[in-house]
């Protein structure tokens, strides 16, 4: 099973940007979906974006037009570029995927933590 592991979180003010980075253990190559979860405090778990095998995107309606989502093959990773931000993004930010359509996704890992705030 392919190990996931998030980075490049922060404080960031609203209106600013943050880069966050999946790093995956193994080739994503052949990996169907891939994609950015989050959990704010006292919520579940949500999708925010996915990218398909062939670059097909899907974003939650609360952040489209503001986040960009990217996998980069060669690198094994997967990006997640936040624009705009607003204090209602502030959760842990979690990186996941499965193996084929029918697949369950791959275990949870850390998650990394993005909080906008002034």
């Known amino acids: 099973q392919v190990q996931l592991v998030e980075s490049g979180g922060g404080l960031v003010q609203p209106g600013g940007s943050l880069r966050l980075s999946c790093a995956a253990s193994?080739?994503?190559?052949?990996?169907?979906?891939l994609g950015w979860y989050r959990q704010a405090p006292g919520k579940q778990r949500e999708l925010v974006a996915t990218i398909t095998r062939d670059d097909s995107t899907n974003y939650a309606d609360s952040v489209k037009g503001r986040f960009t989502i990217s996998r980069d093959n060669a690198e094994k990773t997967v990006i997640l570029q936040m624009n705009s931000l607003k204090p209602e993004d502030t959760a842990v930010y979690y990186c996941n995927g499965r193996r084929t359509v029918w697949a369950p996704l791959f275990s949870w890992g850390q998650g990394t933590q993005v909080t906008v705030s002034s």
């Open positions: 193994g080739s994503i190559f052949n990996i169907y979906q």
